[in-house]
């Protein structure tokens, strides 16, 4: 492929593996093989939580993950592996001076600008993003080579995080307009040209779009391919739907509109209901669970038998459920538009990596608690993150503002890839939803009858709304810390409220 350097050769066997994928790969596109793994996180960023042992919120963290991707920076490469994120859009990575690598945390890696030869700053101290979480980096813009599956970016514009809470780098892919130096400056020409940006700049890819395909929960890797699609990764149609701007008329994030949810489960089909539909939701793979309005989730919760817990902050359910034959599907751009079905096995998530905790009261008193992967949030946006995406196959095409969406096909191990023939070109094999103008349609605001309830109950009783307190006995308190690496600090002057589906 284009761009092969012998910074590559400095790598390591897992590195090497994906090189042998990467040049399997026809022009025009670039393929990554992205690992499930835990996310190390810094101690005071878990502190300032709630002050339980850094031992316990490892174990945590080991449980909950993110997804990551190895690959070199600067001359001689410098191996790093960093988390993927298509809810923001800078690529950055620890300063191997920061003194959060110097307690020994960056276990992924870290980057000492002063033994790479192609290293430039480009924008002293102007690197600085804040994500939802409260995490943080700062530190100076600069420019180096970046290597990845195989392919190089000669001169990629990156952030040194030299004052950094967050103890790994972040391969952030969104809109380049939500790069932090955009939000920072509250200038659209600070923006410089992220890494699908430079891929297309390079000639490695056509256009700036790529395929996310996280795979199974219990599966340890999934894929991206950048400027193509995998037509053997998913089921049934590859459906195109519109991104929407925020109200300001630009498009920042991923946000699309669902428009309906079922709960299926073999006592019954309920259609439930919210205020909010079409309800605005960002895809977002740095964010580990799901984020949806309280009136839908609370209907969410009472079929599935998940409580809030109110020790944890967290909905919880009992880990016997990930073997529910209950399903839900989500609808998305109207009447019409592409369903996605998540499954009970990719909702109920382990809290630890160890001996699960147990309920201690209540009717699922001696059971293992787990997290439920769809929690309340309280305003827009709203977020669908890995606990829905690993059930689609997402492609993101940032030039024609559209997705791609179709069921996954889990562990698949067949691959037929297609590039995007030219910059601009719409998604291949891929339909538009018919009839998008319909978003707006509200489906009849009525409450379901809970019918699908029982039989998300894997002992076939009836469904359990049992409230039990004390659900959390015994766990620091906090085990509720999700991660939600989503979105540079420009979101906030791009208001995303429901108001945005009138602008169209
Ligand atoms: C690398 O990119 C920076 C910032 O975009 C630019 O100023 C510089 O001239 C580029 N260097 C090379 C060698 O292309
Ligand atoms: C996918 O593979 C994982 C790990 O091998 C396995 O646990 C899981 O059940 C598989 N999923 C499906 C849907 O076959
Ligand atoms: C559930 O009900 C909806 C609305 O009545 C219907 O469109 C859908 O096909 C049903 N799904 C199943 C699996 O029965
Ligand atoms: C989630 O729901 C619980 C229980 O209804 C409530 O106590 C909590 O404040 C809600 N959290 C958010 C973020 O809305
Ligand atoms: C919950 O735990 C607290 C403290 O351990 C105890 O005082 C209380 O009675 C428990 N509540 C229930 C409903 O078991």
């Given amino acids: 492929m284009k761009g092969y350097t012998s910074s590559a050769l400095l790598l390591g066997p897992a590195l090497l593996s994906q090189l042998a994928l990467a040049q399997q790969a026809p022009n025009g596109v670039v393929h990554w093989g992205i690992q499930k793994r835990h996310a190390p996180n810094a101690p005071n960023r878990l502190l300032r939580r709630a002050g339980p042992t850094h031992q316990a919120i490892l174990q945590n963290e080991q449980a909950r993950g993110g997804y990551f991707a190895t690959c070199a920076m600067g001359t001689p490469g410098q191996k790093v592996t960093l988390q993927l ?35 430039t700053v480009v924008g002293q101290g102007e690197f600085d993003i804040s994500y939802v979480d ?23 514009t990156m952030g ?19 790069e932090a130096i955009v939000g920072n400056s509250h200038s659209l020409s600070s923006q410089y040209p992220n890494l699908p940006v430079a891929m297309v700049d390079d000639g490695l890819i056509n256009t ?16 991206i391919l950048f400027g193509g699609i995998d037509t053997k990764k998913y089921k049934g149609d590859l459906t195109r739907i519109r991104i929407y701007p925020s109200s300001n008329g630009y498009y920042f994030s991923f946000i699309v509109a669902l428009t309906s949810l079922q709960a299926i489960s073999p006592s019954g089909n309920d259609t439930l209901t919210s205020q909010e539909f079409p309800i605005p939701v960002v895809l977002d793979s740095g964010t580990t669970l799901s984020y949806l309005p309280q009136d839908i989730v609370d209907q969410i919760w009472q079929e599935v038998g998940a409580e809030y817990s109110d020790r944890l902050e967290l909905a919880v359910i009992p880990c016997s459920k990930k073997s529910s034959n209950g399903y839900f599907s989500f609808g998305f751009a109207g009447p019409d538009g592409p369903r996605i079905t998540v499954r009970m096995d990719e909702l109920v998530l382990d809290l630890t990596s160890g001996d699960p905790p147990k309920y201690t009261s209540g009717p699922n008193k001696g059971q293992d608690v787990c997290e439920f992967g769809i929690q309340n949030s309280t305003s827009a946006p709203y977020l669908l993150g890995d606990t829905f995406l690993r059930s689609a196959y997402v492609v993101y095409d940032l030039v024609n503002n559209e997705i791609g969406l179709a069921e996954t096909d ?22 538009q939803a018919p009839n998008q103008a319909a978003v707006t349609n509200r489906p009849v605001a009525t409450m379901p009858s809970f019918a699908a309830s029982s039989g998300f109950s894997d002992t076939g009783g009836s469904g359990n709304d049992g409230k039990d307190e004390n659900a959390s006995a015994g766990m620091p308190s906090a085990f509720g810390v999700a991660q939600m690496s989503v979105m540079g600090i420009a979101m906030v002057f791009a208001m995303v409220g429901s108001g945005v589906f009138v602008l169209l």
């Fill in 85 to 119: 994120d298509t809810g923001s859009s800078d690529v950055w990575v620890p300063d191997s001076t920061a003194s959060i690598c110097n307690k020994g945390a960056c276990d992924l890696g870290s980057f000492d600008p002063s033994k790479s030869e192609t290293y």
């Fill in 134 to 156: 409260g995490s943080s980096s700062k530190g100076d813009y600069f420019t180096d080579v970046f290597n990845i599956g195989g392919t190089t970016v000669t001169n990629l």
């Fill in 160 to 178: 040194l995080g030299a004052q950094t809470d967050i103890a790994y780098g972040l391969v952030g892919i969104g809109y380049a307009i939500n």
């Fill in 208 to 223: 700036i779009a790529y395929s996310l395909w996280l795979n199974d929960l219990d599966a340890g890797e999934g894929s």
């Fill in 410 to 431: 889990f562990n698949s191990t067949e691959s037929n890839i297609v590039a995007f023939a030219s910059m601009s070109a719409t998604i291949p094999s891929a339909t």
